[in-house]
């Protein structure tokens, strides 16, 4: 499978891969494990997506976050990859946080946004494992917040 014909047939276009603004990298390959820094929600016009889901935002828009997460987390693997998505094998794991009120119990259905994307690039070798968590808050306010693992070929 082309990961790039997948990226062009379904018209998505990935943003470009942020310099990380803590004390840390965005991505680092041990062996053949390429981690993936947690990516947090920005709209297309780079604004940050903020607000907490089930309060400020509905699920909906926060599995469109999520999606705007993965879409991150995709242009810097191929950044890492150097421009070169065939060097993935497959993804193996994605971490995803919710920023939610206490009551909020779809954490799940937030975080498949970022599954799905992963999953519509990569086809089976973007099948993953998950986990879905909320949290009381995210860095910056934002709504969402994806990290990653990929197996490299």
């Known amino acids: 499978m082309n990961f790039e014909e997948n990226l062009k047939k379904n018209n998505i276009i990935l943003p470009k891969a942020a310099d990380p603004v803590g004390s840390y990298i965005a991505t680092k390959i041990s062996g053949k494990m390429l981690f993936i820094s947690g990516q947090i ?20 828009a926060g599995y ?46 937030v975080i498949n946004g970022a599954s799905d994307l992963i999953a ?6 973007g099948m993953h494992t998950r986990a879905a968590v909320s949290t009381n808050s995210l860095p910056l306010g934002v ?9 490299l070929n």
Do not use: H, M, W, Y
């Open 41 to 60: 929600s920005i709209d297309e016009k780079g604004e940050l997506i903020k607000g907490k889901v089930g309060k400020d935002l509905t699920t909906k």
């Open 143 to 151: 709504s969402v917040e994806v990290d990653a693992i990929f197996e």
């Open 120 to 125: 519509l690039i990569f086809g089976n070798s």
């Open 64 to 109: 469109n976050a999520a999606k705007r997460c993965a879409l991150s987390i995709v242009a810097q693997v191929k950044k890492a990859c150097n421009d070169d998505l065939s060097k993935i094998k497959s993804c193996v794991k994605i971490t995803g946080f919710v920023n939610s009120t206490d009551n909020f119990t779809d954490q799940p259905k």
